[in-house]
T-cell receptor
Framework: LAKTTQPISMDSYEGQEVNITCSHNNIATNDYITWYQQFPSQGPRFIIQGYKTKVTNEVASLFIPADRKSSTLSLPRVSLSDTAVYYCLVGPGTGGFKTIFGAGTRLFVKA | DTEVTQTPKHLVMGMTNKKSLKCEQHMGHRAMYWYKQKAKKPPELMFVYSYEKLSINESVPSRFSPECPNSSLLNLHLHALQPEDSALYLC??????????FGQGTRLTVV
């Protein structure tokens, strides 16, 4: 499974756009990139998944360059409630794969 | 129903007790997981069940015993635990897309 590297923590202010970059240099051809959000004492929650280029949903956008060795999660106009830990995971896109979490990025949104 | 339900939410047990954690999902997912999460650390994979068979055991001590009675249920039987086993225990299931759905977890305290 591809190892991922993310910044340990990030600070932002309400209303700003936040970009969290994840490095995954040894991503395999059949690997997808998935991001999860976790609040304290809760289970992680799926945010977005992509394979290449750009994916957007109602919550976030995911940018993946052509070489797929990194990806960037973009959260538009963050609010205080976006304060959480964000995990980038890389693995096969079909169900049943071994989900290994990296250290994650602790995002703190200030008023 | 897109929920993974875990019971109990909190559990305090002595080192000589036997207890069980329960996880249930009705999304038809055929892969289910147990994770352990210590404070300020990422979730750590313990077991993976695929089509009701144990497919991955991440070298977990035998005092943790998983069981998958049917495709909707996953149990984790606990016996002779140590104080360092105190943690948040998370259950998850994955869709064919690879998206993982997590329960809210069981906060376990071993005294």
């Amino acid at each position: 499974l591809a190892k991922t590297t993310q910044p340990i923590s990030m600070d932002s202010y309400e209303g700003q756009e936040v970009n969290i970059t994840c490095s995954h240099n040894n991503i395999a051809t059949n690997d997808y990139i998935t991001w999860y959000q976790q609040f304290p004492s809760q289970g992680p929650r799926f945010i977005i998944q992509g394979y290449k280029t750009k994916v957007t949903n109602e919550v976030a956008s995911l940018f993946i360059p052509a070489d797929r060795k990194s990806s960037t999660l973009s959260l538009p106009r963050v609010s205080l409630s976006d304060t959480a830990v964000y995990y980038c995971l890389v693995g096969p896109g079909t169900g049943g794969f071994k989900t290994i979490f990296g250290a994650g990025t602790r995002l703190f949104v200030k008023a | 129903d897109t929920e993974v339900t875990q019971t109990p939410k909190h559990l305090v047990m002595g080192m000589t007790n036997k207890k069980s954690l329960k996880c249930e999902q009705h999304m038809g997912h055929r892969a289910m997981y147990w994770y352990k999460q210590k404070a300020k650390k990422p979730p750590e994979l313990m077991f993976v069940y695929s089509y009701e068979k144990l497919s991955i055991n991440e070298s977990v001590p035998s005092r943790f015993s998983p069981e998958c009675p049917n495709s909707s249920l996953l149990n984790l039987h606990l016996h002779a635990l140590q104080p360092e086993d105190s943690a948040l225990y998370l259950c998850a299931s994955t869709a064919q897309s690879g998206e993982a759905f997590f329960g809210q977890g069981t906060r376990l305290t071993v005294v």
